[in-house]
């Protein structure tokens, strides 16, 4: 299994990202996927996740209304939108996938390895 994310940069306040993670080697459709990051001396934390056919979503109180899970099951490939960023978000942001909880205290099967988001005033 491979999880492979795309499109973390540099932005500034304000800004706009939007990452992308291609999987392979399993059944894309029979996981949840989400997004977790995780900060220079924190905790890796959940973010947001997708439910299976993409129907339902859940995001942390932090980023609720500025950031957008989805999926594309044709694609193998779920998305992050992350708009209005604030120096609070720079992270690196891990895609994840689990088969059988759909939850923010989802454990994750598999994990990609990361891509690097830096916000900056």
């Known amino acids: 299994v491979q999880l492979v994310e795309s499109g973390g940069g540099s932005v500034q306040t304000g800004a706009s990202l939007r990452l992308s993670c291609a999987a392979s080697g399993l059944t894309f459709s029979s996981y949840v996927m989400g997004w977790f990051r995780q900060a220079p001396g924190k905790e890796r934390e959940f973010v947001t996740a997708v439910s299976w056919s993409g129907d339902n979503t859940l995001y942390a109180d932090d980023v609720k209304g500025r950031f957008t899970i989805s999926r594309d099951n044709a694609k193998n490939t779920v998305y992050l939108q992350m708009n209005s960023l604030k120096r609070e978000d720079t992270a690196v942001y891990y895609c994840?996938?689990?088969?059988?909880?759909?939850?923010?205290?989802?454990?994750?099967?598999?994990w990609g390895q990361g891509t690097q988001v830096t916000v900056s005033s």
């Open positions: 994840a996938a689990n088969r059988r909880v759909f939850g923010t205290r989802m454990r994750p099967d598999y």
